[in-house]
């Protein structure tokens, strides 16, 4: 019953940034925990980031630690990944994810976007 649409993928430069958008709809945006991940070519999918709860303590993965920032928009119930520093090994496509507060996994899912960093 939630959606969740990403946006924003597309091909950059090594050492350029991004801004990724995922927009929720069907549910109330406040009822979920919003995380972002990825997946690579022939590569198992990873977790990137995340929100922990409705308190706005953030995660990340040790690899784009310090280069990427989560954030949400309540008011428009979205949710961004500002991707700095980019480099050829976060090419992937990414994906929103929601889970519900009291829950530990991910039940819903967008249907990604890709991004890819030249070199």
């Known amino acids: 019953q939630l959606q969740l649409v990403e946006s924003g993928g597309g091909l950059v430069q090594a050492g350029g940034s991004l801004r990724l958008s995922c927009a929720a709809s069907?549910?109330?945006?406040?009822?979920?925990?919003m995380g972002w991940f990825r997946q690579a070519p022939g590569k198992e999918r990873e977790f990137v980031a995340g929100?922990?709860?409705?308190?706005?303590?953030?995660y990340y993965s040790g690899s784009v630690k310090g280069r990427f920032n989560i954030s949400r928009d309540n008011d428009k119930n979205t949710v961004y990944l500002q991707m700095n520093s980019l480099n050829p090994e976060d090419t992937a496509v990414y994906y929103c994810?929601?889970?519900?507060?009291?829950?530990?996994?991910?039940?819903?899912w967008g249907q990604g976007t890709q991004v890819i960093v030249s070199s």
């Open positions: 929100f922990r709860g409705s308190g706005g303590i953030t």
């Open positions: 994810a929601a889970r519900q507060i009291d829950k530990t996994s991910y039940d819903y």
């Open positions: 069907g549910r109330s945006f406040s009822s979920y925990a």
